[in-house]
T-cell receptor, first 114, second 109 residues
């Protein structure tokens, strides 16, 4: 299994600013994933990040708003740009097991935009 | 698009058996997974079905029927610590995963 850490664990930000969330995995993984989860709601996939290539974004999410970096096989960042109160949510990163059927999640970043 | 529907909330008593259903309108996925999420916590993997049928892992079992577009998670000998939200999820080619609407399980003494 993979152990995933995220920083920051929570933040309160002003609208119009940007926040970069870091995700660190304790082993090398091919794919990392970024999700958004509103309290009490399901997880929505934002994008898939592969090392050495551009992230693949889901419908409704664009690179200008959520730029992602994947500089190596153990690390990724997600930036929430030009934030508005609607961006208040929990942001989770994950990776898959070697066989791909299991996802391991970081503890999440709780973001409140005022 | 992908649509995975679950009951929003289920209540059961300690020691009982509860079944959480997942009906979906999607195809071509590799497998159906189940995750548990306690309030304030991260989702944790419970079970996975690549093939139709029942998979048993301790007190938890999961079932998949692709012909019926249906799966379920069965929790036996319920404990108070099982109170959490449960999500089904489908995976495509191991690089896309879509989660169901989620079921909040309340276990009463």
């Amino acid at each position: 299994s993979a152990v995933i850490s995220q920083k920051p664990s929570r933040d309160i930000c002003q609208r119009g600013t940007s926040l970069t969330i870091q995700c660190q995995v304790d082993s090398q993984v091919t794919m990392m994933f970024w999700y958004r989860q509103q309290p009490g709601q399901s997880l929505t996939l934002i994008a898939t990040a592969n090392q050495g290539s551009e992230a693949t974004y889901e419908s409704g999410f664009v690179i200008d708003k959520f730029p992602i970096s994947r500089p190596n096989l153990t690390f990724s960042t997600l930036t929430v740009s030009n934030m508005s109160p609607e961006d208040s949510s929990i942001y989770l990163c994950s990776s898959t097991s070697g066989r791909g059927e299991t996802q391991y999640f970081g503890p999440g970043t709780r973001l409140l935009v005022l | 698009g992908q649509s995975l529907e679950q009951p929003s909330e289920v209540t059961a008593v300690e020691g009982a058996i509860v079944q959480i259903n997942c009906t979906y309108q999607t195809s071509g996925f590799y497998g159906l997974s189940w995750y548990q999420q306690h309030d304030g916590g991260a989702p944790t993997f419970l079970s996975y079905n690549a093939l139709d049928g029942l998979e048993e892992t301790g007190r938890f079992s999961s079932f998949l029927s692709r012909s019926d577009s249906y799966g379920y998670l069965l929790l036996q000998e319920l404990q108070m610590k099982d109170s959490a939200s449960y999500f089904c999820a489908v995976g495509y080619n191991f690089n896309k995963f879509y989660f169901g609407s989620g079921t909040k399980l309340n276990v009463k003494p």
